[in-house]
């Protein structure tokens, strides 16, 4: 069973730092990619970054660009999104979801999401 699970959300203050992980379960790892999404209220979800092993490349979106860092653990079958300079526009619940490519923008299994609030 193909599972993903994330962690590491909570509350954190303005220009805090927090560290996602992605923990994957029932697949090959290293054949996927896994790309973070992220959906704030009101708001539609948001592609936030990805990362791809066979690729050998990651993608960031822009809002996120500096701030923001994925990684991947191929021997603990997770993958990280670390945050730093957190802005309060960065709060939202957090997704982490599998796709065969990053540049193939079709994702077939997500995990439950974690919520990041930061505070002014």
């Known amino acids: 069973e193909v599972q993903l699970v994330e962690s590491g959300g909570g509350l954190v203050q303005a220009g805090g730092s927090l560290r996602l992980s992605c923990a994957a379960s029932g697949f090959t790892f290293d054949d996927y990619a896994i790309a973070w999404f992220r959906q704030a209220p009101g708001k539609e979800r948001e592609g936030v970054s990805c990362i791809s092993s066979s690729e050998g490349s990651t993608y960031s979106a822009d809002s996120v660009k500096g701030r923001f860092t994925i990684s991947s653990d191929n021997a603990k079958n997770t993958v990280y999104l670390q945050m730093n300079s957190l802005k309060p526009e960065d709060t939202a619940v957090y997704y982490c979801?599998?796709?065969?490519?990053?540049?193939?923008?079709?994702?077939?299994?997500w995990g439950q999401g974690t919520q990041v609030t930061v505070s002014s």
């Open positions: 979801a599998r796709t065969r490519l990053c540049s193939v923008f079709k994702y077939d299994y």
